[in-house]
């Protein structure tokens, strides 16, 4: 197995690499016209998910190419180019220039809108004032010890084995244990891999994924199925019940983490649809010097879904404003039913 995923990797470096060969600008005329163009062309050629986000590239084009001419200033430029890549929707789709930087306001209204995760009561209440931290995961028992809840707030800070062991051995009397994921926004997949290795892997198959091979829309290449890992970090897996909560604020590594988990019989989703972004971002240089990014793959799950918008709970429960006002966090109490009453069914709320 282990040799299986050193091939896959060397695969997507390869797939990576072209991919990024493609959207590296060259020698281009660098005049405002030319530079819209060649950005446009570039989304056109190598963006995974049109289809997805429902967007018709060239109905945008339509829309924003009368608005650029050569006498316009970089700034209305800019502009004008980053509204058009705001028209995907992608949380991963940014462009930079030595005066501003543009990306997706997709994140910024879900969070917004959508929050589904009240820090303070976290802290005040769930954590409390006992809480443990280790390495990044802050943590304590709830329910009166028979519940572990642990906090993981973002994927770009490093878990190391001790963390995870340490946590696991400091509440292996309880009953299961909730991962709270919401609001963390993304990071390292090697984050991913380490979480997932408490668990009962052995090799089984998490997602698929295929990458931009052409310059149609439905271009892609082959599918490349993605592993767990060969075997568990522990000596014995944990197999107790584990809730893991998402919202819109799960972003990038998070989905993916979401994803996974239906390759594990004894974890759960709860809460909200994650934000998505699952499609690695890949990006170059504008023959202006401006970079870019968008994303040139798209990721299949287990269960055949296209989850870019945002994986689905398994059971979707949003924080009730009555509950809040007394402090508590209904999602966190829902997650600790299923785990007390031994993986009973919960119904959506």
Same mark, same amino acid.
């Given at each position: 197995m282990k040799?299986?995923?050193?091939?896959l990797a060397c695969l997507l470096a390869v797939a990576f690499s072209s991919c990024n060969r493609l959207l590296i600008g060259n020698d281009e005329p660098s005049d405002p016209v030319n530079v819209f163009q060649y950005l446009w062309?570039?989304?056109?050629?190598?963006?995974?998910?049109?289809?997805?986000?429902?967007?018709?590239w060239d109905s945008v084009y339509s829309v924003y190419r009368p608005l650029v001419n050569n006498e316009m200033s970089d700034d209305s430029l800019f502009r004008v180019c980053a509204a058009m890549l705001n028209t995907l929707h992608d949380g991963h789709t940014d462009l930079t220039s030595n005066f501003d930087y543009g990306f997706s306001d997709t994140m910024f209204y879900w969070n917004l809108n959508n929050n589904n995760f009240n820090g303070d009561i976290v802290r005040r209440n769930y954590l409390t004032v006992n809480a443990h931290c280790t390495g990044y995961l802050a943590h304590n028992a709830i329910?009166?010890?028979?519940?572990?809840?642990?906090r993981y707030s973002s994927f770009g800070s490093d878990i190391s084995e001790g963390d995870l062991k340490y946590i696991l051995n400091r509440y292996?009397?309880?009953?299961?244990?909730?991962?709270?994921?919401r609001q963390n926004g993304g990071g390292s997949d090697q984050n991913i891999t380490k979480l997932l290795s408490i668990l009962d892997?052995? =090799?089984?198959? *998490?997602? $698929?994924?295929?990458h931009k091979a052409g310059p149609g829309h439905n271009d892609f290449t082959s599918p490349v199925t993605m592993y767990a890992p060969a075997k568990s970090m522990l000596e014995k897996p944990y197999t107790k019940p584990m809730a893991v909560l998402i919202d819109r604020g799960s972003f990038s590594a998070t989905s993916y983490f979401a994803i996974c988990t239906q390759a594990f019989d004894n974890v759960r989703l709860f809460g909200d649809y994650t934000g998505g972004g699952t499609g690695m971002p890949n =990006?170059?240089? *504008?023959? $202006?010097?401006w970079s870019y990014r968008f994303s040139c793959s798209r990721t299949?799950?287990?269960d055949g879904g296209n989850y870019e918008n945002g994986v689905p709970p398994e059971v979707r429960v949003l924080l009730d404003p009555a509950a809040v006002a007394q402090g508590i966090d209904n999602i966190i109490e829902t997650a600790a039913d299923w785990i007390e009453n031994g993986n009973a069914t919960i119904a959506a709320q």
């Open positions: 040799r299986i995923n050193i091939i062309d570039k989304v056109d050629q190598q963006y995974a998910f049109f289809d997805v986000k429902g967007v018709n329910r009166d010890g028979k519940v572990a809840y642990v292996s009397n309880c009953s299961g244990i909730i991962l709270d994921l892997c052995h =090799g089984q198959p *998490l997602y $698929n994924v295929q =990006g170059g240089l *504008l023959p $202006n010097g299949i799950a287990l």
